[in-house]
């Protein structure tokens, strides 16, 4: 099943605002079997977004959208629905039933403008906002499904995970999609590529490998396609089994895993500890240990005989000189730093 995304919103396109939502939407339909081909992001007019719904429904077979359904005048993507699917606006009871009990715990009336929320397009179906007023809504047209959907993610998330979700699963007829990510440092892209070319070449034709580069790492992404989940999970096993033979010193970790986390997890199974003496950095690399384990598992500062950093008369302040530590500073002297208060 291949879907697109419309985002819908000149904030987007200004920048003003960034567009986290079709980067969740794009992970969770992922993780249900829905393949994303395109994120289109189109501005608050009627004529673009009547362009992109006629381009999206050539492309996909879903069609996700989101923005533009709030009660202002400048909110325009459900008048632009009822256009481009010929179809009129309705009094919807229970939408409005909803939205009276959403204003009833809020303490606060239902107005006239807030009442039109509950006028949907004849030809679609209402799905229930939990935590706002627009609901969402979903058509069919031609075996096409167009979802629109609020562009407040507090309120299109549950719509997604509650209804949409589940609703394109069953209609999917069981296809599943199954990633890992493998975490590599130590060698740029273009070397690892090579490195593992071989391995490369020899993946099953259900399973892609995406090379995703970051400062320090680069995570290599394989996705399996199929109809058996299980049988997917155990083929990406074996390929990332095969990875880690073959590059076993730039590999560490896998999926949510970080350098920083996985750091702190080896010090504490070895019962290590750690000292972080920092001048320029202003005690960054002791912030990136995770709370976790800085708090309650690995000390930082192990001993009262802290590292006291000089500072040379000739650098500017924050600069520090190699060699020039020096043990149980005590109290804090004039022309001198160190990164943490000493007890």
């Known amino acids: 099943m291949k879907a697109e995304i419309i ?7 200004i920048g003003q605002v960034v567009n986290m939502n079709a980067a969740w939407m794009g992970q969770e339909l992922s993780l249900a079997g829905v393949t994303v081909h395109q994120v289109t992001v189109i501005s608050d007019q009627r004529e673009h977004i ?37 179809t009129n606006l309705v009094f919807d009871p229970e939408t409005y039933t909803n939205l009276q009990t959403l204003f009833k715990l809020r303490g606060y009336p239902v107005t006239d403008l807030n009442r039109l929320q509950a ?3 004849e030809s679609c179906k209402a799905i229930e906002n939990l935590n706002g007023t627009a609901p969402g809504m979903w058509f069919e047209k031609e075996g096409k499904i167009f979802v629109s959907m609020p562009g407040v993610p507090f309120e299109m998330k549950p719509m997604m995970t509650s209804f949409v979700i589940p609703e394109l699963i069953r209609l999917s007829e069981g296809k599943a999609i199954v990633h890992k990510t493998i975490l590599t440092q130590g060698v740029g892209e273009s070397f690892l590529a090579v490195t593992i070319a071989d391995w ?35 083929q990406i096993e074996n390929e990332t089994n095969t990875l880690n033979r073959l590059i076993p010193e730039l590999i560490y970790g896998y999926d949510e895993d970080t350098l920083e986390s996985i750091i702190g997890r080896l010090l504490t199974e070895g019962k290590k500890t750690l000292v972080t003496a920092e001048s320029c950095t202003g005690g960054y690399l002791a912030h990136r240990i995770p709370d976790h384990y800085r708090s309650r598992k690995l000390s930082l500062f192990p001993r009262r005989d802290h590292f006291l950093l000089q500072r040379s008369e000739n650098e500017p302040t924050g600069s520090v000189r190699p060699g020039s530590c020096l043990p149980r500073c005590g109290k804090r002297a004039r022309g001198y730093r160190h990164g943490r208060r000493c007890p």
Do not use: M, W
């Open 7 to 13: 985002s819908i919103g000149d904030e987007l396109l």
């Open 50 to 86: 009547l362009a992109a719904l006629t381009e999206a429904e050539q492309r996909a077979d879903v069609i996700l959208i989101t923005g533009g359904l709030g009660p202002t005048r400048d909110d325009i993507t459900k008048n632009t629905l009822c256009e481009y699917f010929n």
């Open 119 to 121: 006028e949907i397009p």
């Open 200 to 234: 490369e070449n020899h993946l099953p034709e259900n399973i892609r490998l995406a090379y995703l580069p970051q400062p320090g790492a680069v995570r290599l992404r394989l996705s399996a396609y199929g109809d058996d989940k299980q049988q997917l999970i155990t």
